[in-house]
């Protein structure tokens, strides 16, 4: 059964930083490229980053391109999303999913970004 | 970017009820289009792949269609079980872009 696990959860405050995790189980992680999505409160879903399955390439949102960086660590089945310089339009749902497909996506994490 | 226009936003429906879904995109997404639904407090669900591919273990009463910049789902006799909120995804061209979503209330 293909799991997606995310933690990271949290509070922080505008301008700080925070990593999310991706824990994958019951397939190949690394054959798959990996996204990141979000979904802000009472607002529409955003996809904001894929990786390929051997990290040769990796796209982002405009909105998070050159603040958050995509990565993967094959070795432990696990996808990271490293968000730097974190604005209040942050705060939202981050979801992780399997492949350029989406077939397969997380339950989800709350980023709150608040002073 | 590619914008997704979902339709309706909202739906009210009885069990047993034929309903569709609509997704408009602003250009031809050559049918990479899927549809998911979610519940509260669960991961997001692919039902429909690529347009009109039901997604392994997913009831037949759900299908796609479309092409172009036009595509449906069909929900062709509401259960209980399917009273959730729906969404549409493009995955022709990055950024990856969402519909809005429709959520589906029992009436």
Redesign the interface.
């Known amino acids: 059964e293909v799991q997606?696990v995310e933690s990271g959860e949290g509070l922080v405050q505008p301008g700080s930083s925070m990593k999310l995790s991706c824990v994958a189980s019951g397939f190949t992680f690394s054959n798959y490229g990996m996204?990141w999505i979000r979904q802000a409160p009472k607002k529409?879903?955003?996809?904001i980053a894929?990786i390929y399955y051997d990290s040769s390439s990796k796209?982002y949102?405009?909105s998070v391109k050159g603040r958050f960086t995509i990565s993967r660590d094959n070795s432990k089945n696990t996808l990271y999303l490293e968000m730097n310089s974190l604005r209040s339009e942050d705060t939202a749902m981050y979801?992780c999913a399997k492949s350029?497909?989406?077939?397969?996506?997380?339950?989800?994490v709350m980023v709150t970004v608040s002073s | 970017d590619i914008q997704m226009t979902q339709s309706p936003s909202f739906l009210s429906a009885s069990v047993g009820d034929r309903v569709t879904i609509n997704c408009k995109a602003s250009q031809n997404i050559n049918k990479y289009l899927n549809w998911y639904q979610q519940k509260l407090g669960e991961a997001p669900k692919r039902l429909i792949y690529n347009t009109n591919n039901l997604q392994t273990g997913i009831p037949s009463r759900f299908s796609g269609s479309g092409s172009g910049t036009d595509y449906t789902l069909t929900i062709s006799s509401l259960q209980p079980e399917d009273f959730a909120t729906y969404f549409c995804l493009q995955h022709n061209s990055f950024p990856f872009t969402f519909g809005s979503g429709t959520k589906l209330e029992i009436k």
């Open positions: 997606l996204n529409g879903l955003e996809w894929l796209y949102a405009d979801y350029r497909l989406f077939d397969y996506w997380g339950q989800g």
